[in-house]
């Protein structure tokens, strides 16, 4: 039996503005271990990206459990959350932060700089994974530089450096052409396939969906499969 990753228990989340509460999520229930890659889709505004940001532990759930690579996510303190975000879950957003000031080298390599890891080493680890995404060229770029699919690319690799148990992948070829969709499809799928890590994925392309051991539709706030 494959190891568990994350488990989410009865999870909800509410959004407040004003008088308005726009419930997002009610009592979302999901178990994903070593190995699986789970697509999540849905519409627009359905509440995809509040999913990942509470299993990234970005945001908090106001009632449920979510457990993710042995930690209890709302539970954690700065310090743990820190080491979560940089070493257990790897985190693609939707729209990239990367940082500015940064090229997108150092970029990636901060991840492993911040865990301690020697200059040169995480140097040579970086540059390795930009060239698996087909940005080593654009290394010495600052992101203002680069076009919103290399920025794209520069993020995936920023999120894989720390050798993440569990992937978050928020659209991760949204900006990209066919081939370097195919390209990160390959990778991400790779890792559960063959690294063992866990993958959830969101996204509105079909084809990447498909491609996943399962998809999950929410919808009312509820994740049915599908
Ligand atoms: N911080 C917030 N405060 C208030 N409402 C929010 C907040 N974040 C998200 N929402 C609302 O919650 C709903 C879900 O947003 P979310 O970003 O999770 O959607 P999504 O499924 O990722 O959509 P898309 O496919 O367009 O990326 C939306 O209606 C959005 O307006
Ligand atoms: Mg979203």
Redesign the pocket.
Known sequence: MNETTVTLENVSKT???GSDN?K?LRDVNLMASSGDSLAVV????????????LIGGL?KADSGVITACGFEVSKLNEKQLTSYRTGGVGFIF?FHYLLKDFTALENVMLPLLMRGSRQQKARDASMSLLDKVQVSGRSGHYPSQLSGGERQRVALARALINNPTLILA??PTGNLDENHKKLVADLLFSLTADAGKTLVV?T?ARDLADRAGRTLH?SEGQLIPS
């Open positions: 959004f407040k503005s726009l997002v849905g519409a627009s505004g359905c509440g995809k990206s509040t999913l990942l940001n945001d939707q928020d659209e969101v509105h929410l």
